[in-house]
């Protein structure tokens, strides 16, 4: 599975950006895609993620309540529409997907997926 990430950019705390991932490949294996993001340094954290038959969603306690996530699946692509940023939200972001049904509570620790894409950048300025 091939993984391509957009959206990314620089906005003023506040603010809002949507993220694009766009999945190719063995999209029918999709059982799960997810969203976690990293500063230089620091661990990976995870964001948001979303189921790709049910649509459930789990998202860090950090964006709850802001962050949206959501999927196309006629067009294999999940979102993360982002609202109310703040300078700490600054980061790469990534898309990933999980290939077989994981707990959610792997995703939580930052593991559980199969496939990861490039990152975007997402920088928000105080």
């Known amino acids: 599975v091939q993984l391509q990430a957009s959206g990314g950019g620089l906005v003023q705390a506040g603010g809002s950006l949507r993220l694009s991932c766009a999945a190719s490949?063995?999209?029918?294996?999709?059982?799960?895609m997810g969203w976690f993001r990293q500063d230089p340094g620091k661990q990976r954290d995870f964001v948001a993620a979303i189921r790709w038959s049910s649509g459930v969603t789990y998202y860090a306690d950090s964006v709850k309540g802001r962050f949206t996530i959501s999927r196309d699946n006629a067009k294999n692509t999940v979102f993360l529409q982002m609202n109310s940023l703040k300078p700490e939200d600054t980061a790469v972001y990534y898309c990933?997907?999980?290939?077989?049904?994981?707990?959610?509570?792997?995703?939580?620790?930052?593991?559980?997926?199969?496939?990861w894409g490039k990152g975007t950048q997402v920088t928000v300025s105080s």
């Open positions: 490949g063995r999209t029918f294996s999709i059982y799960t």
């Open positions: 990933a997907t999980d290939l077989k049904f994981s707990d959610a509570s792997t995703y939580y620790t930052g593991g559980g997926m199969d496939y």
